[in-house]
T-cell receptor, first 114, second 109 residues
């Protein structure tokens, strides 16, 4: 596609529910990042993929968070047993190669946990 | 530790010039990005500096001083559509972006 696509755009979950957030990066982009952004804050790094390999997951806040990119293109961020503090915008970004290139961001998924 | 410091909020008048400053401390340095983010939207790329000096791109310019750990974004001929948050993000030694909280710029007529 022309840009990074994320779905759903908005997600409301009851506390304790599992959610899955999808990211379609720009075709051919090697690097894929997931960020969490709270209102009025900058993006906080969650995890990084280079093709299908998850090279860095140091930003995942707990073992309830899990991300995958099995075929090196589409990625899914899964949050199990959601908590209210998980409410945030989840941004996906991709870049063509590795080594600190310009990132292209999706519009994000706004997650609200009630 | 790694740290980014930007003003939280700035206000400027349509047609004027504004400078948004950013100081940073990172583990290694591989350049610095500026991104613009309108409310409810994704960040979009504005500039990338890896060498000292000023990079000009239309109404927007970005400056970097690596020895001082300092950058600024200069916006000229401000338009109402420039109201947004501006995020300073240096690249550390692992080529990871370190994000500041951003500066919310409010443009008044």
């Amino acid at each position: 596609g022309a840009g990074v696509s994320q779905s759903p755009r908005y997600k409301v979950a009851k506390r304790g529910q599992d959610v899955a957030l999808r990211c379609d990066p720009i075709s051919g982009h090697v690097s894929l990042f997931w960020y969490q952004q709270a209102l009025g804050q900058g993006p906080e790094f969650l995890t990084y993929f280079q093709n299908e390999a998850q090279l860095d997951k140091s930003g995942l806040p707990s073992d309830r968070f899990f991300a995958e990119r099995p075929e090196g293109s589409v990625s899914t961020l899964k949050i199990q047993r959601t908590q209210q503090e998980d409410s945030a915008v989840y941004l996906c970004a991709s870049s063509l190669n590795t080594g600190g290139e310009k990132l292209f961001f999706g519009s994000g998924t706004q997650l609200s946990v009630l | 530790g790694q740290n980014i410091d930007q003003p939280t909020e700035m206000t400027a008048t349509e047609g004027a010039i504004v400078q948004i400053n950013c100081t940073y401390q990172t583990s290694g340095f591989n350049g610095l990005f500026w991104y613009q983010q309108h409310a409810g939207e994704a960040p979009t790329f504005l500039s990338y500096n890896v060498l000292d000096g000023l990079e000009e791109k239309g109404r927007f310019s970005s400056f970097l001083s690596r020895s001082k750990g300092y950058s600024y974004l200069l916006l000229k001929e401000l338009q109402m559509k420039d109201s947004a948050s501006y995020l300073c993000a240096p690249l550390d030694s692992n080529y990871q972006l370190i994000w500041g909280a951003g500066t919310k710029l409010i443009i008044k007529p």
